[in-house]
C-alpha cells in the first residue's frame, strides 16, 4: 500500500513529498499541470473539489486536502520518522502552534500576493490586497525569524516538518528580504541529504 501525491513543482506539496521521503514511504507523485488548468478539470475535481494542490490519497484510498492537515496526519501515522514531537508533549503543542501559526498567517498571505482576485472582485481593489498581503507575510516571516534566536530549529534543537514547511513558505516571498536565520534553515534543508533532492526539484537553487 503506498499513497498517491498530486502535486505540483514549487507548491505546498513540497512538504508533503519531503515528510514521505524522509519517512522512507512508498509513494507516488502525479504532477498537475497548474498553469495549464489540469486542477480544473472533472478528473482533479473528483480529487479535490475546492482544486488546488496539493491533495494525498491514503493507502486505503481516501483523500486528504490542505497541506498543514497532511503534515499533522504523516507525522502521526509515520510515527518511526519522528517528523514530529510525540502527541500529548509539550513538544508537540508548540509543533500544533507553529504549523498552525504559519498556515493560517503566512501561507494565506502569499496567496494573497499571488492569486489577489480571489479576495476581492474590485480591479482597482486588487493592488491594495497585494500590499496588505506582502505586509502581512513579511512580519508572519520576521515572526519565525525571531523565534529561531532560541535554536536553529523551530522547537529548538529538534528537527522537524515544521522546519521544512518553514523552509517552504520563506522561498516563496517574492522580494529580498534580511532574515538570516530562516536563510540558514533553508539552505540546511536544500543541502540535507535525504530532502534536498526533493528541493531542488521544486525549487532549484533558490
Same mark, same amino acid.
Not at 480529487?47 to 486528504?64: F, T, Y
Not at 490586497?129 to 534566536?149: C, I, P, S, Y
Given at each position: 500500500?503506498? %499513497?498517491?501525491? #498530486?502535486?505540483?513543482?514549487?507548491?505546498? @506539496?513540497?512538504?508533503?513529498?519531503?515528510?514521505?521521503?524522509?519517512?522512507?514511504?512508498?509513494?507516488?507523485?502525479?504532477?498537475?499541470?497548474?498553469?495549464? @488548468?489540469?486542477?480544473?478539470?472533472?478528473?482533479?475535481?473528483?480529487?479535490?473539489?475546492?482544486?488546488?494542490?496539493? $491533495? /494525498?490519497?491514503?493507502?486505503?484510498?481516501?483523500?486528504?486536502?490542505?497541506? $498543514?492537515?497532511?503534515?499533522?496526519?504523516?507525522?502521526?501515522?509515520?510515527?518511526? $520518522?519522528?517528523?514530529?514531537?510525540?502527541?500529548?508533549? $509539550?513538544?508537540?503543542?508548540?509543533? /500544533?502552534?507553529?504549523?498552525?501559526?504559519?498556515?493560517?498567517?503566512?501561507?494565506?498571505?502569499?496567496?494573497?500576493? #499571488?492569486?489577489?482576485?480571489? %479576495? *476581492?472582485?474590485?480591479?482597482?481593489?486588487?493592488?491594495?490586497?497585494?500590499?496588505?498581503?506582502?505586509?502581512?507575510?513579511?512580519?508572519?516571516?520576521? *515572526?519565525?525569524?525571531?523565534?529561531?534566536?532560541?535554536?536553529?530549529?523551530?522547537?529548538?534543537?529538534?528537527?522537524? /516538518?515544521?522546519?521544512? #514547511?518553514?523552509?517552504?513558505? %520563506?522561498?516563496? #516571498?517574492?522580494?529580498?528580504?534580511?532574515?538570516?536565520?530562516?536563510?540558514?534553515?533553508?539552505?540546511?534543508?536544500?543541502?540535507?541529504?535525504?530532502?534536498?533532492?526533493?528541493?531542488?526539484?521544486?525549487?532549484?537553487?533558490?
Amino acid at each position: 500500500m503506498s %499513497y498517491t501525491l #498530486y502535486s505540483h513543482k514549487g507548491s505546498g @506539496g513540497f512538504v508533503i513529498e519531503a515528510a514521505l521521503t524522509l519517512a522512507q514511504a512508498p509513494h507516488s507523485v502525479v504532477e498537475i499541470d497548474t498553469r495549464g @488548468g489540469e486542477q480544473f478539470s472533472d478528473e482533479f475535481r473528483a480529487i479535490n473539489p475546492w482544486k488546488q494542490v496539493p $491533495a /494525498l490519497k491514503l493507502p486505503d484510498g481516501s483523500i486528504m486536502t490542505e497541506s $498543514a492537515a497532511m503534515v499533522i496526519h504523516l507525522a502521526a501515522a509515520l510515527p518511526d $520518522a519522528k517528523l514530529a514531537p510525540v502527541p500529548g508533549t $509539550a513538544q508537540h503543542a508548540a509543533f /500544533l502552534r507553529w504549523i498552525i501559526f504559519m498556515t493560517i498567517n503566512i501561507y494565506e498571505s502569499d496567496l494573497r500576493v #499571488y492569486y489577489p482576485a480571489r %479576495y *476581492t472582485d474590485e480591479m482597482n481593489g486588487r493592488e491594495g490586497v497585494k500590499r496588505a498581503g506582502m505586509d502581512h507575510f513579511r512580519r508572519g516571516l520576521q *515572526t519565525m525569524e525571531d523565534l529561531l534566536e532560541s535554536g536553529p530549529y523551530i522547537l529548538g534543537e529538534t528537527f522537524s /516538518l515544521a522546519d521544512i #514547511y518553514l523552509a517552504m513558505v %520563506y522561498v516563496w #516571498y517574492p522580494e529580498e528580504i534580511d532574515l538570516p536565520r530562516l536563510h540558514a534553515l533553508k539552505k540546511h534543508i536544500a543541502r540535507h541529504p535525504v530532502i534536498g533532492p526533493v528541493w531542488q526539484r521544486h525549487f532549484g537553487s533558490q
